[in-house]
């Protein structure tokens, strides 16, 4: 028998998943590009959208799975890239050396539309409306919106 499909997958939850997917997806093929051709020129900065993909690529998969540990997991990932742009952006404004290339989390996730400021801030905020419902098990992360 097939399962019915996730009520967090649809409403706001569906939402907010998508763009994390699209983001995890833009991120991590803008870094490997900019590793492969100008890896010398900031690597820093490269590593670092590197490393933001992965992140946003776990906190994607943490969104859709079920039960506690992987609401944990999307917890810590949202607050890691919360905390990764308001470090990098902080950084990248007050000494724009440290940066000669934008990552993703440079000057707050501007190349980004300032997407990267504000989807931690938007998937913390869900997930504490979730809460309950997810850690007592009656919904899985991306429940009923």
């Given amino acids: 028998m097939s399962t019915p499909p996730s009520p967090r997958t649809l409403g706001v939850g569906r939402v907010l998943i998508a ?5 995890a997806l833009a991120a991590t093929a803008r870094s490997l590009v900019q590793i492969i051709e100008h890896f010398e020129t900031a690597p ?3 590593i670092l959208s590197a490393l933001a993909g992965l992140v946003y690529i776990l906190a994607t998969i943490a969104l859709v799975k079920r039960g506690p540990t992987w609401y944990r997991i999307a917890w810590i990932t949202i607050t890691f890239e919360l905390v990764g742009v308001l470090v990098v952006g902080t950084l990248s404004v007050i000494d724009p050396q440290l940066f ?3 990552s993703v989390w440079s000057y707050f996730g501007r190349g980004y539309v300032f997407i990267p400021l504000v989807l931690p801030i938007l998937g913390m905020i869900w997930l504490r409306r979730r809460r309950s419902e997810i850690l007592e098990g009656h919904a899985p992360l991306a429940a009923r919106s």
């Fill in 19 to 23: 763009v994390y997917a699209i983001l």
């Fill in 44 to 46: 820093v900065a490269y």
């Fill in 100 to 102: 000669p290339a934008d």
